[in-house]
């Protein structure tokens, strides 16, 4: 059987998507086969344009009139158009695959989860991060209890393309739009690595900033006010008793997309930089330094897939290795991690910042 996939959103994550879909075949002969059937938007001439460079059959401009007649449906539109489409297509019984974070509120994630669980179809949150080899090699090695027990975490997330206040006003600058800032689009996958490699998070204290309250719309005169923070930092308590801190920024100049994981347990510690993201430092064996691990061996994650040992992949093989896992999960009525589940708590994390900000106390993570 072909699945028909739909997808919402041509433009980053619509082209990162539409590129796995398209290695599949080649790299993953086991992966279900799969049409890229239509594409969904509101501008006529730029979905078609898309479509062609795409690969995909056909372009809609309304969600609705897709979600029952396709066999997956793909929400990678900005993040205010996750919650009503992805539920409409649950309710349809379609499974969806969503970009993260889930949704712009806690409300709006609450209703996509519940969704799903009554939907009982593959319901997955694309935090592409938990698919690089060296993330998966670093879990493996945290289960086996290589490291002990894990005592810290720690997640930064920079970006520079804000530092310039110049620098167009765009969604994701928007409360609306967007829900939150640098916490909702970078931290929200710094909490779900944390909450894959060590566990629930309990409580935070978070603290939001915005640098520049005001950005020029792009082709005109005018301004919009940015109503989302900046920059985010938290301290966090695990329920296992571990200590985290999370940080995300835009204005951390010089940093491209630089996320950064380090984990602390009593026999070892764990180094992870998106930058060097075919390498994972492992100190262990009461050893004083790192060693560099090039997770690009045959029997490392995913890695029998591509190229021989030494063939260092990148950042859009992570989105393979996603759709791959996530396909599968819909071909064989599977289950797919992170789920929907998995969105909602990760966002559960993200409202506890919020509400630790705008209360200056520690506060609980909502259920926990
Ligand atoms: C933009 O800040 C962005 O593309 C995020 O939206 C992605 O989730 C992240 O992986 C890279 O940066």
Redesign the pocket.
Known sequence: MTLQVGVLGYR??GKAHANALARLPMFFPDAPDVERDVIVGRDEAALADAADQLGFSRTATDWREVVDEVDVFYNLGPNHVHAEPSIAALEAGTPVFC??PLAPTLDDAGEMRDAARDAGVPAGNAF??RFVPAIQYAKNLIDAGEIGEIRHFRGT?L?D?LVDPEAPWSW?NDEELAGSG?LG??G??TVDLARFLVGEVERVSGHLTTFVDERPVEGSDETRPVTVDDAYSAQAEFENGAMGTFEAS?FATGHK?D?SIEVHGSEGSLRFS?ERLNELEVLRDGNRGYETVLVTDEDDPYVDHWWPPGHVIG?EHTFVHENYEFLSAVENDGEFEPSFEDGYAAQQVLDAVERSDETAQWVEVEGR
Do not use: C, G, I, T
């Open positions: 980053f994550m970009e993260k592409n991060y997330y970006q393309w994701r640098a689009d970078l929200a996958h835009r997309n996320h998106l950042w």
